[in-house]
């Protein structure tokens, strides 16, 4: 009987929110060796946004180990275990602290795991600080052609290395193309956003016109999809839930609330309507007619500018009067959404580039663009709100620096965090409405 030529990888993935989350594990997987079999830690930053098992459940992807930590013991576990790839799915500060903090508990080492960063979906603001924020990982991910293209020109235009950005594609794209004749009934699918819009008004005036559609077309399945319960969180924080808002309308028997996969929702979804979502790429993936409203402007507050060029922009009369989108091809193309059959291999030359690294006999030590020279002004404030020093090492008093956690003080923290998230997701909001009255 022939040797096996399955290799075990060792992979750790460090997530602060539901979508982090759902990016980070999944690209674990698209980007590992083929040949690869795959152990999966996870690790969740303690913060607002740390998900619920709901929330995990929903993604679909099984790690070994799973638990919540404090940003420094995940430093402490990493000087101690032996990882082959570090996915780091975090908002830009909280990988610059860690890829300083990385570095310091590494020091010395001659093997050490090799860093991949990037970002969840669409990059539309804060690209020049976003991406500097994850310079000094082995891998930065592009998701599209276009967004390689633009890391790059960032890096270089500071004097940074550009090697490390690697052009993949969105790791949650696949399902089954829209088929010929679509669906029976026809479904219109709503992808609601939890910060966009923000205000009470625009949020209000969305959910009627959706609301509007199902009168309109009775023959219709219109759904609205939701991120989250309530009492959940996500990585924007949502003030006012629709769940809260359609409490005060009257939708006719058309019209639903749902949850779950959003795959499985665009299973059945024959016309797919957002604001920006990302599962607008989603959609354009499987070839699903697609419609990023324009209702209230095409602005980059909201983030539909980013779909200028797509000819998915349309407004909700449009829609009523039946309107159908047709995508460019050519824009699509640029995006990652690989509807034409090549998202098989969107990440073959990440999985090359991480076979190389990993056969290296050592790597070099994590090097960020950020240093206290380059952004004495900047960088130890992005670190302290970590608890790590100018160096990447624990502050005094920096929680579970020295030691784990007693039983006692676990079930404290937990209650403390319970009281914190209440604050953050029921109180704060309600103290800022009042504040504008």
Known sequence: MPASTTKSLRVAVLADSDTRWKWGSLTANRISPVESDIHLDGYLLRGRATPTARQLEEVGVRADSLREVTAVEFLRDMAKEQYDVLVLALVGGAVQAMLHGLARAWDGRTKRPVVVTGYVGVVYEKLADGLLLRHGADLVLANSRQDADRFRAVYEGVGADAGSVTEVALPFLGGTAYPAGGHDPY????????????????????????????????????????????????????????????????????????YGHMGEVLDRTDLLVTISSTAALESLHRRIPTVVLSDLGVREALGNHHFVGSGCLASWDQLDDGYRPVS??????????????????????????ISELLEAPGLPALAPYYTPVTAPGYLPGILARHHLGPDGSPLPGAPAADKEPSPVRQIVRRAARGAYRHGVQRVAPVIRRMGEL
């Open 187 to 258: 479904t219109v699918v709503f992808a609601a956003q939890p910060s966009v819009p923000e205000s009470r008004k625009d949020r209000t005036y969305l959910l009627n016109r959706l609301i509007r559609h199902a009168r309109l077309h009775p023959d219709r399945e219109v759904l609205l999809k939701l991120r989250s319960k309530p009492g959940e969180h996500t990585t924007h924080i949502e003030e006012l839930p629709y769940q809260k808002l359609v409490q005060k309308a009257d939708p006719p028997a058309n019209f639903r609330l749902v």
């Open 328 to 353: 460019d091809v050519a824009w699509v193309a640029r995006q990652g959404v690989a509807a034409d059959g090549s998202y098989e291999t969107a990440f073959d030359v990440a999985r090359f580039r």
